[in-house]
């Protein structure tokens, strides 16, 4: 029981990690990139919204996996 | 420096929305032939996905321009924390409220629309406002 929550908890806090790494470097791609050539902003915005739901897709999946055992195994 | 609210891109929201929309009912009706709780369980797999991600579209496009960079970067980290917040609560919410539910085709829904949809957003893009 203790060891489900604690992998859930692993598999939540992980996830996080690695898109909060990656959403920051994005972040500042995306601003370093727009001071460069202001005329690019909107390709750039368009790049980025495309590849931030590249990025959140393993912690999408594991925010799904980890409810599940949270709330129905260990529950 | 006040940020300007002039659109300058064109959002295809509701294109997006409908073709995703049909995929889920075409994975619910998949999932359908093995049971009906399966297919009902495989629709709301697919709508834990595309109603956070109807959010974060429509906040990470609330502002735009290169003069306004820096209130896009703000949203677009606000509105992933929602997303991600969004999707733990409907989940949360599904397992605890709907009772019994087909797990497999809950979260195989869920992790093939997380995949198709990127690629749905690559090949309907955005266009500049004519």
Redesign the interface.
């Known amino acids: 029981m203790e060891m489900v929550i604690m992998a859930a908890a692993l598999i ?1 806090g992980l996830g ?1 990690l690695g ?1 909060g790494i990656g ?1 920051g470097l ?2 500042g791609k ?2 370093e990139s ?2 460069r050539q ?2 690019l ?2 390709q750039l ?2 790049k ?3 590849m ?3 990025l ?2 393993v ?3 594991g ?6 055992l ?3 195994v260990a ?1 | 420096m006040s940020p300007t609210r002039k659109r ?2 064109r959002l295809p929201f509701l294109q997006w929305l409908a073709i995703e929309t049909g995929l889920i009912v075409v994975l619910s009706l998949a999932w359908f032939t093995e049971s009906r709780l399966a297919g009902y369980s495989a629709f709301v797999g697919g709508l ?2 595309v109603i956070p ?1 109807a959010y ?2 429509h906040r ?2 609330r502002f ?4 306004n ?2 209130l ?2 703000g949203n ?2 606000r509105a ?1 924390t929602v ?2 917040a969004l ?2 609560v409907f ?2 919410a599904v ?2 409220l709907m009772e019994p539910v087909h ?1 497999p085709a ?2 195989f829904t ?2 093939v629309m ?2 198709l ?2 690629l749905l ?2 090949f309907i ?2 266009q ?1 406002q004519r």
């Open positions: 939540i996080a898109a959403f994005l972040g995306l601003l727009t001071a202001p005329e902003g909107n915005q368009t980025a919204f495309i931030a739901g590249l959140d897709a912690p999408m999946i925010v799904g996996i980890a409810m599940y949270i709330f129905v529950g | 300058i891109n834990i996905y991600n974060f579209a990470m496009y735009e321009g290169a003069r960079a820096h896009v970067v677009m980290f992933e997303k991600l999707t733990a989940f949360a397992f605890i797990v809950l979260l869920f992790a997380v995949v949809s990127p957003r690559w893009r955005p500049p």
